[in-house]
């Protein structure tokens, strides 16, 4: 079973500048000659850490990792005012031209592969090739799993706690009442909200664990504005038509695609990647029987790592 490569430092760390007040964190690691692949961490909301780096063989890949807007170590940190997924796809683009790529393979994992399949969709000339791992597709009823009826048939009692906590009633809706919350000009009540949300979010994304799942408060500054961003985008649709992914699915281009997904992924279901795969018929799914969603499984870290040493021998 393969692992994630040793430890690596970037070779170079920026801010990218925008037409906005937003500055974009990047770091480069690994081979500045070689195939160029970008890192599209999930969320919306959270970031990138050293382990992202680890997925890629240092000696075969030019690496590329950025925060996107509002999150970790960009700038102002929390901000959704000019934070949409037009923006974001607009820095991924702007980021290609900046570091002078031609072209490059995309990896993004859940809101990180939503990010993928559409700067595929939009920029299919930029592309090399496209690894997935536990794809969300940023609908309605995707959403709905999640928060309002789906996975909380698995986790009823979860799911109680979350909602008995939050004094929500039956007739309440989730989402906008979460984003009334996470932005409110209390401080308590923000706080309150996303470790709510935090605790039940986590407790699914983690169900496969052996250990039951605690949150991590000691920022609650870095918990409040992951929530805030995550709400902004969930509260606007994602910025995008329904179904948008899917419908314009045939502009991305005949490149090497994997789509990875494991089986009891609960929190974006197979059936997201089995329909990407459907509609891409020459993309490889690999379906990991021991996984769930994180890319931090051991068996996911396996069939990820594989993919790109896979993917890499193609493009030599």
Same mark, same amino acid.
């Given at each position: 079973m393969k692992t994630l490569y040793p430890e690596c430092e970037p070779f170079e760390t920026g801010l990218l500048k925008t037409n906005s007040s937003h500055q974009v964190y990047y770091e480069q690691v690994g081979e500045p000659t070689a195939p160029a692949i970008i890192f599209l961490h999930g969320g919306p909301g959270s970031g990138c850490n050293e382990n992202h780096r680890r997925y890629f063989n240092p000696a075969k890949y030019r690496i590329?990792?950025?925060?996107?807007?509002?999150?970790?170590? +960009?700038? #102002?940190?929390?901000? =959704?005012?000019?934070?949409?997924?037009h923006d974001l796809l607009s820095d991924i *683009?702007?980021?290609?031209?900046?570091?002078?790529?031609?072209?490059? =393979?995309?990896?993004?994992?859940?809101w990180g592969a939503t990010l993928a399949l559409l700067y595929a969709?939009?920029?299919? *000339?930029?592309?090399?090739? %496209?690894?997935?791992?536990?794809?969300?597709? !940023?609908?309605q009823c995707d959403f709905d799993w999640f928060a309002k009826s789906g996975v909380n048939k698995i986790f009823p009692d979860y799911?109680?706690?979350?909602?008995?906590?939050?004094n929500l009633n039956e007739n309440e809706q989730l989402l906008p009442s979460l984003h009334?919350?996470?932005? +409110?000009?209390?401080? &308590?009540?923000?706080?309150?909200?996303?470790?709510?949300?935090?605790?039940?979010?986590?407790?699914? =994304?983690?169900?496969?664990?052996?250990? &039951?799942?605690?949150?991590?408060?000691?920022?609650?500054?870095?918990?409040?504005? &992951?929530?805030?961003?995550?709400?902004?985008?969930?509260?606007?649709?994602?910025?995008?038509? &329904?179904?948008?992914?899917?419908?314009? %699915? +045939?502009k991305i281009p005949h490149v090497p695609?994997?789509?990875?997904?494991?089986?009891?992924?609960?929190?974006?279901? #197979?059936?997201?990647?089995?329909? %990407?795969?459907?509609?891409? #018929? *020459?993309?490889t799914l690999?379906?990991?029987?021991?996984?769930?969603?994180l890319a931090g499984e051991s068996a996911m870290i396996d069939a990820l790592v594989s !993919?790109?040493?896979?993917?890499?021998?193609?493009l030599e």
């Open positions: 590329i990792l950025f925060d996107q807007r509002g999150c970790n170590r +960009s700038k #102002p940190n929390g901000c =959704v005012d000019n934070n949409s997924t *683009e702007s980021l290609r031209q900046e570091l002078n790529i031609e072209q490059w =393979v995309l990896f993004g994992g859940s969709e939009q920029y299919p *000339e930029h592309i090399s090739g %496209i690894i997935l791992r536990g794809s969300f597709l !940023a609908r799911w109680d706690e979350f909602i008995t906590t939050l009334q919350r996470v932005f +409110s000009d209390k401080r &308590e009540t923000q706080l309150n909200a996303a470790k709510e949300w935090g605790l039940w979010a986590g407790r699914v =994304v983690t169900h496969s664990f052996i250990d &039951e799942y605690t949150l991590d408060v000691n920022d609650e500054d870095k918990l409040i504005n &992951e929530t805030k961003i995550e709400m902004h985008y969930a509260n606007n649709k994602y910025f995008i038509d &329904e179904n948008h992914i899917l419908n314009n %699915i +045939s695609t994997t789509i990875i997904h494991g089986r009891k992924d609960l929190t974006c279901l #197979p059936e997201s990647s089995w329909l %990407i795969h459907k509609a891409l #018929p *020459e993309s690999i379906i990991v029987p021991n996984a769930g969603h !993919a790109t040493d896979e993917m890499v021998t193609v």
